[in-house]
């Protein structure tokens, strides 16, 4: 694959990390703050050189001179680990604060192609190529990354449709709808040159003095040139649970250190196998109520966030995997099948809780119900006891079936994950009753507990 140009914005002055930001009583920029011991932003630039992306545009401004002689052109060693940089870099200094998008008008003559573009305070290991590929795959004027967080209620939002075209784009200040999924952009994007030409910016207005505020003009890559694309066609989400994360804020630098420390960062990098719980949706993760129709039935089980909340914190991926035979049967719409899940979403992330993938079947073979969808009543791969679903998310998530489990209330779940090579556990109130499962466990959050403690399989 051909690597394209990167952009990395080090010119924010970090205001809310400056107590933090400081060498010897001195202050230092925040992309070059440490984190477990290496500045973020050499960080940053490990991952992109590690998978070929080594033509590098740096914009800075407070304190740049020091980020200028901490990694000069990219083609000597490292002050802290020794290594090798590896890349080549070219520098913008801004003269005045130009907003986290300004630069690149000053950068038009180099900006020739697609680029890559991120800020300078994120801790990351991302899969570049699958996210280069989606973009040229769809052709949009812009890509963004997005992801589930442990706080989706206090972050903006993204809404896409199922093939990631972004439909709107909700700001915090925003009104949001009462269910949403938690599908939030992680501050790494794939631009093309025309998504600043369409922008309807004036290049030349660009760091001029505001006459009103006696400022110089900012643009702000959010607000003034990504959100106005949303509902265009021209804006797609790259949906991936990998880690990205800013380390902005004490609080998130001294998560972001923890999670380099435990390997958390590198275990959900998709350039490598992940593990993944799959979980069954009614009676696992919500209360059974039969064929679920309508989001007001849909209530969590006791302790449910909580577990998944553990998985998230573990490295491994939460998957639901559900058949939904009733969309076949005519009494579920695929949209009300995804405000349910919404409502799902919704409730977990208030409780600092996400899922990773939702793989559902809407097939039932049985015929003869009123209003039921002919083509949906057919025999298929993917309704469990069937590994279909499973198989699918392997191969999106890069995910190893052999080291992961299965979880749920039935014999289809058992069987399903037997089928597809995963471990499985039944949760069932009966721990006596004989059935095929390695492991029998009557709620979720033991089920998770066990597998986390590595007692699964004892």
Same mark, same amino acid.
């Given at each position: 694959? #051909? ?12 205001? #809310? ?9 001195? &202050? ?20 992109? #050189? ?35 940089? =590896? ?8 003269? !005045? ?32 190529? *699958? ?35 972004? /439909? ?7 009104? *949001? ?29 660009? =760091?001029?003095?505001? /006459? ?22 021209? $804006?797609?989400?790259?949906?991936? &649970? ?5 380390? =902005? ?25 992940? *593990?993944?719980?799959?979980?069954? #949706? ?9 064929? $679920?129709?309508?989001? /007001?039935?849909?209530?969590? $089980? ?10 998230? $914190? ?9 058949? !939904? ?25 208030? !409780? ?12 039932? &073979? ?28 392997? /191969? ?42 390695? *492991? ?19």
């Amino acid at each position: 694959m #051909r690597h394209i140009k990167t952009i990395i914005m080090a010119g924010g002055r970090g205001t #809310r990390l400056a107590a933090c930001a400081t060498k010897g009583g001195a &202050p230092i920029p925040k992309p070059l703050m440490p984190v477990a011991g290496v500045p973020i932003l050499e960080r940053e630039i490990n991952v992109l #050189r590690e998978q070929g992306f080594t033509d590098i545009v740096l914009t800075i401004s407070y304190l740049g001179e020091q980020i200028r002689e901490y990694f000069g052109d990219g083609s000597g060693e490292s002050p802290v680990t020794g290594n090798p940089f =590896g890349v080549h870099i070219s520098y913008y200094e801004e003269q !005045q604060p130009l907003g986290n998008a300004g630069a690149l008008f000053y950068l038009c003559d180099q900006l020739t192609e697609d680029f890559l573009l991120l800020n300078a305070d994120l801790l990351l290991d991302v899969d570049l190529s *699958r996210l280069v590929a989606f973009h040229r795959k769809h052709g949009g004027l812009a890509t963004l990354m997005t992801h589930a967080n442990d706080h989706p209620y206090d972050s903006g939002l993204i809404v896409c449709s199922p093939d990631g075209t972004v /439909e709107r784009w909700l700001a915090k200040e925003d009104e *949001r709808p009462k269910y949403y999924r938690n599908c939030v952009n992680s501050g790494l994007h794939i631009l093309s040159p025309e998504a600043l030409t369409v922008s309807g910016i004036d290049p030349a207005t660009v =760091g001029r003095i505001d /006459e009103c505020t006696g400022k110089p003009r900012k643009v702000d890559l959010d607000r003034q040139i990504l959100k106005p694309l949303a509902g265009t066609g021209k $804006l797609f989400c790259y949906d991936s &649970p990998e880690y990205v994360r800013d380390m =902005g804020t004490p609080e998130r630098l001294a998560q972001v250190e923890w999670d380099v420390k435990s390997g958390l960062v590198a275990a959900k990098s998709l350039r490598q196998k992940q *593990r993944a719980i799959f979980l069954d #949706r009614d009676g696992t993760i919500n209360r059974y109520v039969g064929y $679920l129709t309508k989001p /007001e039935q849909f209530e969590l $089980l006791p302790g449910v966030a909580e577990a998944i909340r553990a998985i998230n $914190l573990s490295g491994y991926l939460c998957v639901v995997i559900t058949n !939904q035979p009733a969309v076949a049967r005519g009494e579920l719409t695929m949209e009300g099948l995804q405000e349910i899940h919404r409502k799902m979403e919704t409730l977990l992330g208030e !409780q600092g809780a996400y899922i990773d993938g939702i793989y559902i079947c809407p097939h039932h &073979p049985d015929k003869g119900f009123p209003g039921e969808v002919p083509e949906l009543k057919v025999e298929c791969a993917c309704r469990k006891p069937k590994a279909g679903l499973l198989y699918q998310a392997a /191969e999106d998530l890069h995910i190893d079936l052999a080291s992961s489990w299965m979880i749920g209330d039935s014999w289809r779940d058992v069987a399903c994950g037997k089928n597809g090579g995963t471990h499985t556990c039944l949760l069932s109130e009966d721990l006596e009753h004989p059935n095929e499962s390695e *492991r029998t466990c009557q709620t979720l959050a033991e089920a998770v507990r066990k597998i986390l403690e590595g007692k699964a399989s004892s």
